[in-house]
């Protein structure tokens, strides 16, 4: 009955890979039943600071129970800062895994684009990691040359990378990835900032393809109840019985048609 | 020694419930919750027809608590009636009821409906402060609160609490208000009406300007607020505001209320009622209470 709780996860690394950026892996029950594209919800220590942060899954080991998450420093005084500064050996309370997840399975046989853009570059990890198909184009987008977990995507498949100020790879967006490389796919998994969202799914409707997009709220509870966190869906949603979705129970990942963003 | 407690006629196991809105209608905390070990679960505020509620950012997090401004979204009371009531009749707790509207008529329709349903009371929200018209604007005036107290009687078929809005100069005036309306219990707090600004955007964090405050930073307000509406009526008042242990809860027991909301300390643990009902049993144990109603207001 009651099956979940919060948990103290333990700290076994952290490391700063790129300005700002870290990358930490935590010990956790919640590895035992994580897909990619799910998320963690994160508590700090600090009493002041009460809501969980949401933070996307970037590596499942499930044989040794850990999680990998890699996430943004959004500030002096934010959870993410002390989150930053946990240790090997330090506890971070945690719930997880939450959300659906990408469905990996639907890329087998196709030509698939994994996108990400910005902090939304972690989860696709996992999902390379994961997922069989016909042709696994990444096309990651980065700020500028900290171009964070390449070399762990080169691992994984044809790697595209576009860079804002154009010191690595394609300059532009991940779209201008796609169309300088004339790339071309029958599925589309993503997640992102919301305009690189939008930009991928008017793409993926005026060319037909199956597109699944990650999407971002600000959230509360983290578990579907109190509905901070909801996008406009296309129909009325079956739970909300209104054009809304939780991001963080229905989503973070919707079909990109399902939503209006 | 039990920890039963009788709010107008409704026997709950122990004192604690959960505060409206932050608590869906109990299925999302199920994994978390033994829900058969809460008092009652008060469910989000439902309306007569389903309302999308506010555009988003919808809440934001501040120094010790939150704001939100969700704007009731609620499914209407036709898919609260057909989904949300029997799910929870599968547990063995109390089911309140929180209903929300525009006018009069909206909150009379939804109580009218509840009045066949299997459900043991009715929480009036009068003091939501996140939506334009209707709640706030029964809750700030003490003519308007009893009238409607009065309206909504006529249809109840269950004991009606009025949830108060802390956002008036008298909240004792606001009590004895819906108290001559008729009510037959009263909960408080609702949120605090606040505002947050993003400095680096330069504009409002919420997308409704302003939020309902909860959490911790507002326990002590609420704490003196129940106090203040315990002493100055004679039906049974449910404290609420920033709970988030056992011993914030027993402060509001001592001050007078007779039961508990835990709300927005379910975002920090979905699991905290269950510390909350245990560390008042423990409480009630170590001080000697052989009941909860020995404690309700013995600091004067």
Known sequence: MTSKKKENAQVISQEKIAQDIYSMWIRTEAAAEAKPGQFISMYTNDGSKLLPRPISICEIDKENSSLRVVYRVTGKNTGTEEFSKLQAGDTIPVIGPLGNGFPVEKAVGKRAFLMGGGIGVPPILELAKQMECEKKQIVVGYRNDETFLREEFEQNGEVYISTEDGSIGTKGNVMDAIRENALEADIIYACGPTPMLRAIKAYAEENSIECYISLEERMACGIGACLACVCQSKEKDHHSNVHNKRICKDGPVFLSTEVEI | MNMKVNIAGVEWKNPVTVASGTFGSGAEFADYVDLNR?????????????????????????????????????????????????FLRQYDTKIIVNVCGKSTEDYCEVVERLAGEDVDMLEINISCPNVKEGGIAFGQDPKAAEAITKAVKKYAKQPVIMKLSPNVTSIAEMAKAVEAGGADAVSLINTITGMKIDINRKSFVLANKTGGVSGPAIHPIAVRMVY?????????????????????AIEMILVGASAVSVGTANFHDPGVTMKIVDGIEEYMKRQGFQTVDEMVGIVK
């Not at chain 2, 939100?68 to 499914?75: E, R, W």
């Not at chain 2, 004679?234 to 505001?241: A, K």
């Open chain 2, 38 to 86: 809460l008092g009652a679960v008060t469910t989000k505020g439902v309306a007569n027809i389903p309302w999308t509620g506010n555009p988003t950012p919808r809440v934001a997090e501040t120094y010790g608590g939150m704001m939100n401004a969700v704007g009731l979204q609620n499914p209407g009371i036709d898919v609260f009636c057909e989904r949300d009531i029997p």
């Open chain 2, 228 to 248: 203040e509406a315990a002493n100055a009526v004679n039906v049974p008042v449910i404290g609420m505001g920033g709970i988030t242990t056992a011993e914030d």
